[in-house]
């Protein structure tokens, strides 16, 4: 094997979270400022891995591991940004946001507009979402939650290209961002995906913001993220072989949102549906299609659609749990239906 | 000393406990269990030895790693494995799973959120006040628990109103891999009892006698009226935080060592000799333990998962009436 | 003056926050469950007098004035319920929400779900929300946040009728309600609102979860609730003068979330206008234009516009405040162009 | 005893307080304010005794009522008022008001959200010790704060770590109407240290000489790596909860008792005496400070209100570049 196949070969065997960990540790090397808080991410290296090697590396005063205190590291990263630190703040599942939502709201998202743009904020809250099972206190996705309260940027990438360029360029930002990394991807080797599983070997940035257009289409768009994605291109597959033409684009990141990319794509479909992880109502979902239909007119479109966490507690049993997270199966039904639509 | 038959039942509360959760591991080894799982598996004697003391109308708020306090509470162990277990005629449907157990008949219920358990437990400590109720409330928390903005924020509250409150701290020495002695600012949980006017309680959790015997002290004194209590119960977690934990954080050695020289049952060993329980009914009690939690194990398996056309239902009253 | 004009007198001069009071005090007395518990509530009476008077009535194990500890007594609530008590939980301003979602969401909200409805979880969750000034960390909504989240109910009524009917309904429903008073309402003498300033003497409910219509038009269809009711009424007041017929609808919450009312009306307007106070983006106004898009199809409308926060913290300085936030003449404006519109 | 010098210092500072919270009031009465208004008078040598011991790379995180700590901190009093009075040329261009002042430069900050700054000053105790620097963090908060999660997790890390950190716990026994004897389980919040490993100080907060020697006290102890220390201050609030607060909850035969017996300008007269420091000197101090703070609200009412046009800027970096 030539070097660069086996170079292309062990990306290909790396845990996703290696990826993120080696994109931390590129950023911590330039920049000395970065230090990282939470909970079990020194002597463990997180637990799904994310933050690997990195104590060992950087020492335990950049790398915390911290006591169960989301409220207390919390304010301290914005703290620690307010010293000219640029913090990440680790909140292991992004379920146990409701005992810090404080600090990340009512502080660091609107410190810098308060300040009148005299103190900035760069920080990130990385945090795990989505489900694999563990129930409802254990399984959300909540970007919905974090988009709605202005002040922060919320990204959710779909493959290692895009975790590790969206998690440079958000420890670069000088906005808050709060980078949710989903547990079944977490769960992944490079090669498990179907989108993006090559990776530069150097530093590089994502602008955040950008959506992509992960499959190309003419029948329907499709637009989603996060974990999504996979079973959107999963679902994709599916209905060409029925003759169906779907569009998948990868949102990327939930603020900025770009309903533009969208819109271009439904525009020429004229179908659209929307697929989100997070609870269906007074989220993601609709305010991306009412972005579409504000671009395109309401003549613009034949179709909007959007399947989603029908607004239940996530239940614990596996049957039940399939009936409502949007998978494979699901997703190329609500496709099929649309297909035989107007 | 302990008469024969404490002992021999504590043991045997132990051995029912340890047994449950082998059921447990064994049915996750048979893909009944889809989620995360938390075993108790080392810390058996706190929850045997709380059992004594609690009575039915006493209320019991627990955590992710919650099956000891809610058998000791009373709940039916077969509702309990079938939820565990994801079937419909578990605990709660199938919907809470490990983690979210409720039974308001034995006003037992648990949180997958750490420190959010002991709030709660605030909420039954004011309700038995308010209705001149001779109850008292258990909140239970790990050690990386008693870090947690809302264990400060009951205390305060239970120990401003001397309300009937007991904070059970199982302190293994480990949340997740964060060691205790890394994060605390104090050698125990227990020595900060002063700071809510709260009596502080430190009990060696391996030795079901003694947490026994604390464990009524600590409820007596909440009960008659002598205002919350934190007792802390040092203990070890023979296994992974989870199942699955790659434990990068212990050595395989640690953990060894750990299970040789503190596992409850193999100390109440020399107890049960004591008081005239031999090796042989020590071994038979573990062997029936162990054959009633198979023979349950099996009949939950047989039990059917939640159809999935009920997936909407019980979020509000109508859906529960429905 | 006869006996009953001046008791409809006295009704007209009674501040808002004593006619919650006393929907609250008639369900106390009612129900012996039910207790309060909350910063100020007691001996104070809260801090714009909304439990005035239930301390001395009910003694203070039934109000019970807490410290600032809103995750403990959040908690605490729930708690109380699961032992069989019917808790309302003042949160003095949602804003505070960030400290203690976990006990709203995560507990209250999840568990009757999780339970398998085996958990009845009957709590009120009472906040103050909206901007009399005071900025960023003290003035907004956030009904959306809420409402993203299933499992509760949430209630923002805009005149004392419905306060006291809706008071009622939350606390004797066996669900947990999210109660969002508007501070700006709360200043309010029964005289000074515009709809339904009357208010009957004894207990009565109203149904969660239905829209009012409380002007009636033919030109457009402005949905809205809380304060902003207020307003939209004396925009459609003055658009009717320039010959624009407003159709105002009071949604009164916004989980439940009536869409068919608005939907109807809508039908026959052609045309959709939500105003929020709450953030504009993933919230309420995105969620119900969608809903009537859906009921009406893409072609049953002509336009579909919404006025919010801009997503944008709320400034300190009146000038700010007043670009910002939707009052009269933002609406006015907005009613005035889209008439002139297709 | 303190010398002259330090004593007319002293007062002064008070004095200037004082004259600034009496500004921020007339602007109120003068409709330039349109919020809230929180002014600490009758706790002015808790301000004036902390300024002494601060050091321009110290922090201090504040609170809602945050004007003497600021002004203690050496933030410029113009921008301070001016943002205060919501104008374009205030310390946050009218964006933050008085609730929300940022100042990069003095490394001064605040929250209107109760026991939310302990947190935030964490952060900065941090970033002074992995930075090597000998600063101290200080977080301010009200009694009613010390009950907070936030409090309890900022300062378990703090005692963990031994960070140099200072929690300054301005106690007027008051939280809006709440007393704190009635909520708290301790008779001081002081005494709590021990549960953090911190050391506990407790002052007279209206006498700025005990202030002042304490305040210093806490930083050397945080300073030279003792650790994070706890200094309860107590003090009067001499005005409602906030401007407009009808204060049902106290007599106004109380306030007045208040105001006559715990002025800490007053009280400070005598020390002023003994120091040989006149009446008429120091009559003509308060005078000046008055005057001072007078003609600064002139001129503040001058400044231009933002424009409306730039509502949206500020939030984003792209938007604070532009
Ligand atoms: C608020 C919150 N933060 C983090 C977690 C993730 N988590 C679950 S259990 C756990 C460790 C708990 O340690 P401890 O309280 O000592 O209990 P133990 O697991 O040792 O029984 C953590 C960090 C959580 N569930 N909730
Ligand atoms: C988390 C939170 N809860 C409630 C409030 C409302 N509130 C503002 S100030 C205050 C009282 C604060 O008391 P204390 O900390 O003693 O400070 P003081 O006002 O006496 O200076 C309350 C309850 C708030 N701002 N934040
Ligand atoms: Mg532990
Ligand atoms: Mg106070």
Chains 1, 3 share one sequence.
């Not at chain 1, 507690?313 to 949007?326: C, D, F, G, M, Q």
């Not at chain 2, 490990?98 to 039974?103: A, L, N």
Request: some cysteine; aromatic content about 4%.
């Amino acid at each position: 094997m030539s070097a660069v196949a086996e170079r292309a070969n062990d990306r290909l065997a790396m845990p996703l979270p290696a990826t993120i960990a080696e994109a931390i540790a590129l950023e911590m090397e330039r920049d000395d400022t970065i230090l990282c808080l939470g909970e079990d991410i020194g002597r463990a290296g997180g637990v799904f891995g994310t933050t690997t090697g990195l104590q060992e590396r950087f020492g335990s005063a950049r790398v915390v591991d911290t006591p169960i205190a989301e409220m207390g590291f919390a304010g301290m990263g914005v703290g620690l940004a307010q010293a000219g630190m640029r913090p990440l703040v680790e909140i292991m599942f992004v379920d146990f946001i409701g005992v810090c939502l404080e600090q990340v709201y009512n502080a660091a998202a609107k410190i810098p507009y308060m300040s009148g743009g005299r103190q900035r904020m760069p920080m990130v809250f990385k945090t795990a979402g989505g489900c694999i099972g563990s129930a409802a206190q254990h399984s959300q996705c909540l970007w919905g939650l974090f988009a709605h309260l202005p002040g922060m940027k919320v990204v959710a990438p779909c493959n290692p290209h895009d975790h590790k360029g969206l998690m440079a360029a958000a420890l670069r930002s000088d906005d808050p961002v709060v980078f949710i990394e989903h547990k079944a991807l977490l769960l992944r080797k490079g090669r498990d995906f179907r989108h993006h599983p090559d990776v530069p070997d150097g530093a590089y940035t994502l602008p955040l913001g950008e959506a992509a257009v992960v499959r190309e289409g003419s029948d329907v768009t499709l637009a989603t993220l996060s974990a999504s994605v996979e079973h959107a291109l999963a679902a994709a597959e599916e209905l060409a072989g029925e003759g169906v033409s779907v569009e998948v684009i990868d949102l990327r990141s939930v603020v900025p949102l770009d309903a533009d990319t969208v819109a271009a794509s439904a525009g020429r479909t004229g179908r659209l549906l929307v697929v989100d992880e997070d609870y269906l109502s007074f989220g993601l979902s609709a305010e991306l299609s009412l972005r579409v239909i504000d671009r395109l007119g309401l003549s613009g479109l034949r179709q909007v659609e959007r399947l989603a966490l029908p607004d239940v507690p996530i239940p614990a049993a596996l049957s039940l749990e399939k009936a409502v997270v949007p998978g494979p199966e699901l997703i190329a039904d609500r496709l099929r239906q649309m297909a035989k639509g107007v | 000393m302990t008469d024969a038959a404490t002992a021999r039942a504590r043991f045997r509360r132990m051995a029912a406990m340890r047994a449950f959760d082998e059921a447990c591991l064994e049915a996750l080894r048979r893909k009944a269990i889809h989620g995360e799982l938390h075993v108790g598996l080392g810390q058996e004697a706190i929850g045997a030895g709380m059992a004594e003391s609690l009575r039915p109308e006493d209320a019991v708020v627990s955590t992710h790693r919650n099956h000891f306090h809610g058998l000791a509470k009373g709940v039916d162990r077969r509702a309990l494995l079938a939820e565990i277990c994801e079937r419909e005629a578990g605990l709660c449907r199938g919907r809470g799973g490990h983690m979210h157990p409720f039974d308001p008949a034995t006003n037992f219920s648990a949180t997958g959120i750490v420190g959010a358990s002991i709030p709660v437990a605030l909420g039954y400590a004011h309700a038995f006040r308010l209705r001149g109720e001779a109850a008292v409330a258990v909140g239970v928390t790990g050690d990386g628990g008693s870090h947690t903005g809302g264990f400060h924020e009951a205390l305060v509250m239970a120990g401003a109103a001397n309300l009937p409150m007991v904070v059970l701290v199982e302190n293994n020495a480990l949340a997740i891999s964060v060691q205790f002695d890394d994060v605390s600012p104090t050698e125990t949980v227990s020595e900060r009892a002063a700071a809510y006017s709260a009596l502080g309680l430190h009990v060696d959790g391996t030795d079901v006698d003694a947490v026994a015997e604390t464990f009524a002290r600590a409820m007596d004194h909440a009960r008659s009226g002598g205002g919350p209590v934190i007792v802390e119960a040092t203990c070890h977690r023979f296994r992974g935080h989870f199942e699955g934990d790659p434990e990068g954080y212990r050595s395989k050695e640690e953990r060894q060592r750990v299970r040789d020289n503190f596992d409850p049952l193999r100390l109440y060993r020399h107890r049960l000799a004591a008081a005239g329980v031999g090796e042989a009914e020590a071994d038979a009690i573990l062997a029936e333990e162990k054959s009633a939690m198979k023979a349950l194990l099996a009949e939950v398996l047989e039990m059917p998962l939640p159809d999935p056309a009920g997936a909407m239902l019980y979020r509000f009253v109508e859906e529960a009436r429905a």
